[in-house]
């Protein structure tokens, strides 16, 4: 193993450690909350990533399946009597797979458009999921919103806890989904199909079949973390979930740390949602919230438009390449170029 | 029956004032290949603009024109420069998550300025109405309709007859080509730019004077101006306009004839039925990417 892998080793074990203990570490209430929160952002960002890095299909639209999943466990519950507790976790794939269902139906449809349109389309269908979410009052209660039951026993800095471990499992499973695809085969045609579509398509990968497959694994895991997320803040309305600005922060984060790659979206998520926690929590109150908000987001995307993590990769590579220039790691390298070269230009 | 002849004339005299925002956002398309996600915001910033003139100076909603117009469009020829223009690579997504965010800093402003209370601007045509052929037509959507109209006639008189015209349209026919031949086109997508930025404030007055709007309305516009021009065919001024009148009218009968509740989700619906028909739009050409 070489230095960097070592680095890299100690960090990610270094991560699980922290991630796993933390609420034996900070159990204070206000630290877990963001906890919850950053850990419910990685999930997000790296299941959206999963479409939008490896495909180049930038949908910001994945809110309708992060409200659809709340919609659905908050239903779930309330027709099937369920007790609060642990039990509504197991609920939670279920709601994943009514997204998948949904993401199937909008892919179908969405996916028959390219580049521009797409992202035009998915934004129309959150908004159409919106709308259906507050017109059919008598299924979701309309704007005046749903109520989930909350675990009275569950008290004091424990309350978070249980959410908390849930959001991480659904981070984990988001991960390992991504880095199983990123080695794949299927993964290997995503990318083609970013890099260029049509030549992609003449070399017989099928790609209306594979995106299609992206855009529902990624659906199924949003729809899951939207589930676990109506359960945490126990009541849910249209706005609040069917929320554009929870499907632009997940793309946010993803350009942030870099686009396309595995540990981009954590970075940038691990970064942008305790920070984002602080602007609410210190200016929420006011509108300047957005202002800073869309200050960061500016800078991000104006100074480093390809994210953090290929940046820093180039710069380590330019550091070694004097000293080094040999069979390090050959392989990942050139994986390492192919993911962080940039999406065709216009 | 004359409640949905009432609705498709109500549909017509609204769409006109979609029709004018809607060419705007294509236009920018058109001309820089870029989604101004922010268009919706732009057209609430010009409605509050002329908002606070009406209210600090008493002018007349329709005349405040003559001051946000040029105004708005100085703002967008910076915008354009500021933003726009430093992206380099992969534009199309890049320029929707910047003008995402241009969107929620002036949603931000707009809400820390004017709180996020609902504002309506107001004068004598908003409730005086006239007669014709036994519809009762209030003379605020006939005033919208024409100035509209106007500035429309303007926008396709400067594209098909200027030079300046002549550029923006070889631009959005081919970036390279148009580049190669001699136009500026850096300097042709500033002032499109702003030209598009322009119109999404004298849209605003209209918007303003007929809807009730917070600085949150910018979501629920833009995702109908979206709709509208994808329906079009993104870039088609014709097909922005003729989507616009069209998804007005079938909304407004939809109100009438089955709830206004559906109303905003038949736009949808056609949208869904058009993209399953026609991915491309009415008046679009297929996206390929160049090889």
């Not at chain 2, 603009?49 to 105004?71: E, G, K, N, Q, Y």
Request: aromatic share 12%.
């Amino acid at each position: 193993m070489n230095r960097t892998g070592a680095v890299k080793a100690i960090a990610l074990v270094g991560l699980a450690v922290v991630a796993l203990l933390l609420p034996l570490i900070a159990p204070d209430p206000a630290t877990t909350n963001i906890a919850v929160f950053t850990a419910m952002y990685v999930g997000l960002a790296t299941a959206w990533n999963i479409m939008g890095g490896y495909t180049g299909y930038i949908s910001l639209g994945h809110a309708a399946f992060f409200g659809l999943g709340a919609y659905s466990l908050a239903l779930l519950l309330a027709h099937l009597n369920i007790a609060p507790g642990y039990g509504p976790f197991l609920l939670v794939p279920v709601a994943g797979l009514l997204a998948a269902l949904l993401a199937v139906g909008i892919g179908w449809i969405a996916l028959r458009t390219r580049a521009a349109t797409f992202v035009i389309v998915t934004i129309a269908f959150m908004f159409m999921c919106q709308l259906l979410a507050e017109n059919l009052v008598k299924v979701t209660g309309g704007g005046g919103g749903l109520g989930l039951p909350y675990p009275r026993d569950w008290s004091g800095d424990f309350y978070n806890t249980p959410y908390y471990y849930a959001m991480l499992l659904l981070a984990v499973l988001a991960l390992g989904v991504s880095w199983w695809i990123r080695r794949s085969k299927f993964g290997l045609g995503l990318l083609a199909i970013r890099d260029d579509e049509d030549k992609a398509l003449a070399v017989g990968v099928p790609t209306r079949a594979f995106k299609l497959t992206a855009f529902v694994i990624s659906a199924a895991l949003v729809g899951m973390i939207g589930a676990v997320y109506a359960y945490y803040v126990t009541f849910i309305y249209p706005q609040f979930v069917f929320d554009p600005l929870i499907g632009i922060s997940m793309v946010l984060m993803v350009f942030l740390g870099g686009l396309g790659t595995l540990s981009g979206p954590v970075v940038g998520a691990l970064l942008l949602e305790p920070a984002q926690l602080q602007f609410a929590y210190r200016f929420g109150a006011s509108k300047l919230y957005l202002v800073l908000y869309s200050a960061v987001f500016l800078v991000v995307i104006l100074l480093m438009p390809r994210g953090i993590v290929p940046s820093a990769r180039d710069l380590i590579a330019r550091r070694r390449r004097p000293r080094a220039a040999g069979p390090t790691g050959t392989v990942t390298d050139t994986r390492a170029a192919s993911i962080t070269r940039p999406l065709a230009s216009p | 029956m004359s409640l949905v002849l009432e609705a498709a004339i109500l549909g017509i005299l609204t769409g006109g004032v979609y029709a004018l925002m809607a060419s705007g956002l294509t236009l920018i398309f058109g001309v820089m290949r870029i989604i101004n996600v922010g268009h919706g915001a732009l057209v609430i910033l010009g409605a509050y603009l002329s908002f606070a003139l009406f209210r600090s100076l008493h002018i007349d909603p329709f005349l405040t024109l003559v001051i946000t117009m040029p105004a708005m469009f100085a703002l967008g020829v910076v915008l354009q420069v500021v933003l726009i223009r430093p992206l380099k690579t992969d534009r199309e997504a890049l320029s929707v998550l910047v003008t995402y965010a241009m969107a929620l800093g002036i949603e931000g402003v707009l809400g820390y300025v004017f709180t996020a209370n609902y504002v309506e601007l107001r004068g004598w045509y908003e409730t005086a109405s006239f007669a014709i052929f036994g519809f009762h037509i209030t003379y605020v959507y006939v005033f919208g309709f024409l100035l509209c109209l106007a500035i429309l006639g303007a926008l396709f008189l400067v594209l098909y007859r200027t030079a300046f015209g002549g550029a923006v349209r070889a631009t959005m026919l081919n970036r390279t080509a148009a580049q190669l031949i001699g136009v500026d086109v850096d300097r042709v997508s500033a002032l499109a730019f702003g030209i598009g930025v322009a119109t999404a404030a004298a849209g605003g007055v209209v918007f303003g004077i007929t809807n009730a709007f917070n600085p949150g309305s910018h979501y629920d516009l833009i995702s109908r101006l979206l709709t509208i021009i994808v329906l079009g065919g993104l870039g088609s001024l014709r097909g922005a306009i003729l989507a616009a009148l069209l998804m007005l009218v079938i909304e407004d009968i939809t109100a009438v004839v089955i709830s206004p509740v559906w109303a905003s989700f038949a736009f949808f619906v056609i949208l869904v039925g058009v993209l399953i028909v026609r991915p491309q739009g009415l008046y679009g050409v297929r996206v390929r990417e160049r090889i």
